[in-house]
Every structure is written in structure tokens, then in C-alpha cells.
């Protein structure tokens, strides 16, 4: 499911193709994101890219793109058929049972680490995911079991992971994950610019964050 995020929907529609071309399954797309986007404009971007063929998750990302996919508004992106699924990133887990009310065949994906066991609980089919990267074994295991609503097995893991995977929700996800990896011995590696490394607090968190995990047996 690549992303084919783009500042204008023509840019967007020419990535979905290329998808298309490539054999991918889906596409991940962000509202028009260069701007505070009306419910108009919302819908005809997601039309437009929808008329490739392919199915598009919707990607709810309100903080950086000041667009807000309203579980009113999915619904009716969902009614156009321009979408099949959300990556829902608002951290609002309450909006999972009014997406379900409104559009009960529009597919909710995990779009936050940090709100897995919420989503999960509320009916999510996917997860969208960032700290799988350093600890695979876990996270998968904490999937599972959440979407299986077998708590006893979640709930610790959850609570376990927890003050690590609330940093996919930062604006140092990126970074942090990476960090992780490498102390996992994963080779995260260094980020591209402009992202710069952590560095004071913020590092000897995630550091902190991370070496618990390893001790506590997470992989």
C-alpha cells in the first residue's frame, strides 16, 4: 500500500497509477494537504484518484495536514466510492463507533501505535504501523491478541509497550522508531533531512523507553 500523497490531485492520481502498473494492492492518500481544504475540494481529490481503479485508504492526519476526515465526512467519501478504509491517526477513539454507525463497510485501520488496543477493541481490521519496526515479535503478538479481544494476553503487553509506542505519535516518530531499532539491533539508521537526530531529553527518553524493552524480553 504505497502513499501517493501529493500537493495537487493530478500529481496523486499519476502516482496511483504507477501503483496500479506495479501490481499494488492499494494506495494510502492524504487529503489536499498544501492547504485548509473544504468538504469540496476533500471529495473531489479522493474522486479524482479514485478513478484509476484502485482501492484507496483514506489517511486522517488532522494535526499536520489541518484536515479533519470527520466520521461524517468519510461516510460520504465512502458513499462516492473514492474510498474502502481509513488509516485513522485523530487519536479520538471515539470516532471508531460513529465511523462503524455511519459507514459500516468502510474498513478502520490503526493509524496510531499508542491507540492500538482502543481501535482494536472498537472493531479495527488493520493496523498502519511504526514500532513493529524494533520489536516485531511483540507488537504482532500484541495484535492478535487485541483483535482477537483476548485481553488477558493484550492488556500486559500493552501496558508494557506502551511508553514506547506512544512516540509514533510525536513529531519525532520517525527518529524515535529508528533510535529503537538501532538499540533493538535493527539498524534503524540515521533519518533523512530535514529530520535531524534526537538529541538531549527526547533521546535519553526514547533510550530509557527502549532498553526496558529489551529487558523485559521484547523483541
Given at each position: 500500500?504505497?502513499?501517493?500523497?501529493?500537493?495537487?490531485?493530478?500529481?496523486?492520481?499519476?502516482w496511483?497509477?504507477?501503483?496500479?502498473?506495479?501490481?499494488?494492492?492499494s494506495?494510502?492518500?492524504?487529503?489536499?494537504?498544501?492547504?485548509?481544504?473544504?468538504?469540496?475540494?476533500?471529495?473531489?481529490?479522493?474522486?479524482?484518484v479514485?478513478?484509476v481503479?484502485?482501492?484507496?485508504?483514506?489517511?486522517?492526519?488532522?494535526?499536520?495536514?489541518?484536515?479533519?476526515?470527520?466520521?461524517?465526512?468519510?461516510?460520504?467519501?465512502?458513499?462516492?466510492?473514492?474510498?474502502?478504509?481509513?488509516?485513522?491517526?485523530?487519536?479520538?477513539?471515539?470516532?471508531?463507533?460513529?465511523?462503524?454507525?455511519l459507514?459500516?463497510?468502510l474498513?478502520?485501520?490503526?493509524?496510531?501505535?499508542d491507540?492500538?488496543?482502543?481501535?482494536a477493541?472498537?472493531?479495527?481490521?488493520?493496523?498502519?504501523?511504526?514500532?513493529?519496526?524494533?520489536?516485531?515479535?511483540?507488537?504482532?503478538?500484541?495484535?492478535?491478541?487485541?483483535?482477537?479481544?483476548?485481553?488477558?494476553?493484550?492488556?500486559?503487553?500493552?501496558?508494557?509497550?506502551?511508553?514506547?509506542?506512544?512516540?509514533?505519535?510525536?513529531?519525532?516518530?520517525?527518529?524515535?522508531?529508528?533510535?529503537?531499532?538501532?538499540?533493538?539491533?535493527?539498524?534503524?539508521?540515521?533519518?533523512?533531512?530535514?529530520?535531524?537526530?534526537?538529541?538531549?531529553?527526547?533521546e535519553?527518553?526514547?533510550?530509557?523507553?527502549?532498553?526496558?524493552?529489551?529487558?523485559?524480553?521484547?523483541?
Open positions: 500500500m504505497p502513499g501517493v500523497s501529493a500537493y495537487g490531485s493530478a500529481e496523486a492520481r499519476r496511483a497509477e504507477q501503483a496500479a502498473e506495479a501490481g499494488c494492492g494506495v494510502l492518500l492524504l487529503p489536499p494537504n498544501t492547504y485548509r481544504a473544504d468538504e469540496r475540494s476533500v471529495r473531489a481529490h479522493y474522486t479524482e479514485a478513478g481503479g484502485i482501492p484507496v485508504v483514506a489517511y486522517n492526519n488532522p494535526f499536520d495536514t489541518k484536515v479533519d476526515l470527520t466520521p461524517d465526512l468519510l461516510a460520504r467519501l465512502h458513499g462516492d466510492g473514492a474510498v474502502v478504509a481509513v488509516k485513522e491517526f485523530s487519536g479520538d477513539v471515539r470516532r471508531a463507533y460513529e465511523i462503524a454507525e459507514a459500516p463497510e474498513d478502520l485501520l490503526i493509524g496510531a501505535d491507540v492500538l488496543l482502543e481501535l477493541v472498537a472493531g479495527a481490521v488493520g493496523w498502519i504501523a511504526g514500532y513493529p519496526n524494533a520489536f516485531p515479535t511483540s507488537c504482532a503478538a500484541l495484535y492478535r491478541a487485541a483483535v482477537a479481544g483476548d485481553l488477558t494476553t493484550a492488556l500486559p503487553l500493552y501496558k508494557s509497550l506502551h511508553s514506547l509506542l506512544r512516540w509514533d505519535s510525536k513529531t519525532e516518530f520517525v527518529q524515535s522508531i529508528k533510535l529503537s531499532m538501532d538499540i533493538a539491533g535493527r539498524t534503524g539508521g540515521p533519518t533523512r533531512p530535514p529530520r535531524h537526530p534526537l538529541t538531549g531529553a527526547t535519553a527518553a526514547v533510550r530509557t523507553a527502549t532498553e526496558k524493552a529489551v529487558a523485559a524480553g521484547h523483541r
